[in-house]
């Protein structure tokens, strides 16, 4: 298996915009290349900003996708990718998009290409693996995403590890549904997890979770295994986590409630604005509260708890 590199020039619009769309149509993560971020960026521990590096950077910014060339041909992919893009603005044409085939082997060489430390908050940062400087941060989270989701950069991780800090309590038992890098999983245990199972359907995945639990240090605490959601998983937990597109989160649900103890915690992202009044009945429907609503440009993420009857006038 191989991937389409798809180099998208912003030429009207927003990039993050761009991104989210990208990601909506199955991309492998998004990448943004605006100059405007590197000026942004403060030079400390692994950050080094030389001029030769921002005069590498476009003339606009430009969005870089990775598709699964199994499941797209160039020519579907080029036409689903020129209606997202008009969906955001008309003036965009077939000259904006640029089709690469990528050979599997060179795509965790693309990911550190661009791959940087990024602030989640005060105490979590997201650092690349290979760079060696010691970070600071009071809850440094080493990673190595390969060929798997999660690198701490797209608003949809970012919102989780925020509720995350806000709601998992020293001691919680947590599942990951859609581990993907393990991210979710690893921040979980650093904040006081005892137990975290991580859970994903794509058995290619596991193994990276894997080594990056034990890159941090919390295999101890965390485990991975190949998983359909949490079909056949019968055992209460305190807080679930999953960050998935919204036709594997609705299923999901009713698999969590019944995966939960009395007053269990859910935490939900991935949500795309248009799919978040149906992720929200879904839940009401199934006997969560929701807690907590939080945005990041077009995606949502939700802290629910289980059981409706301590609902207060603040809880949906």
């Known amino acids: 298996m191989g991937f389409y590199e798809v180099t998208i020039d912003v030429k009207y619009g927003d990039s993050d915009q761009m991104s989210d769309s990208l990601l909506a149509l199955g991309s492998q993560g998004a990448l943004i290349q605006d100059v405007k971020d590197f000026d942004a960026l403060e030079e400390e ?86 760079q060696e400087e010691e970070s600071q941060a009071l809850i440094p989270i080493y ?63 596991i193994p990276i979770a894997q080594k990056n639990f034990e890159v941090n240090q919390v295999a101890d605490r965390c485990s991975a295994r190949a998983n359909d959601k949490l079909s056949g998983i019968a055992d209460p937990v305190d807080l679930i986590t999953a960050n998935i597109l919204a036709d594997i989160l609705i299923p999901l649900i009713p698999q969590a409630y019944d995966c939960l103890e009395p007053q269990g915690k859910f935490i939900l992202s991935g949500i795309y604005y248009k ?28 802290y629910a708890i289980k059981g409706r009857a301590e609902a207060t006038k603040d809880s949906i």
């Open 45 to 130: 521990g692994s950050v080094v900003k030389l001029e030769a590096k921002r005069q590498a950077y476009p003339c606009f910014p430009q969005v870089v996708g990775y598709f699964s060339d199994t499941a797209w041909s160039k020519e579907d992919l080029g036409q689903a990718l020129l209606a997202a893009m008009r969906d955001l603005d008309p003036a965009y044409s077939e000259e904006e998009i640029a089709i690469g085939q990528l050979a599997e082997t060179n795509w965790e060489e693309e990911w550190k290409r661009y791959y940087q430390p990024t602030v989640i908050s005060r105490f979590i940062h997201i650092i690349p693996s290979w």
């Open 275 to 302: 799919e978040f009044e149906a992720v929200k009945a879904a839940l009401i429907q199934a006997d969560f509260r929701i807690e907590e609503i939080v945005r990041r440009g077009d995606w949502f993420g939700i």
């Open 143 to 205: 990673m190595d995403p390969e060929m798997a989701f999660g690198t701490g950069d797209h608003a949809t991780t970012q919102l989780s590890l925020q509720l995350l800090e806000s709601y998992l309590e020293a001691e919680d038992r947590v599942y990951d549904v859609g581990t993907g890098s393990g991210i979710l999983a690893i921040a979980a245990a650093k904040l006081g997890a005892r137990s975290v199972q991580a859970f994903d359907y794509d058995e290619q995945v």
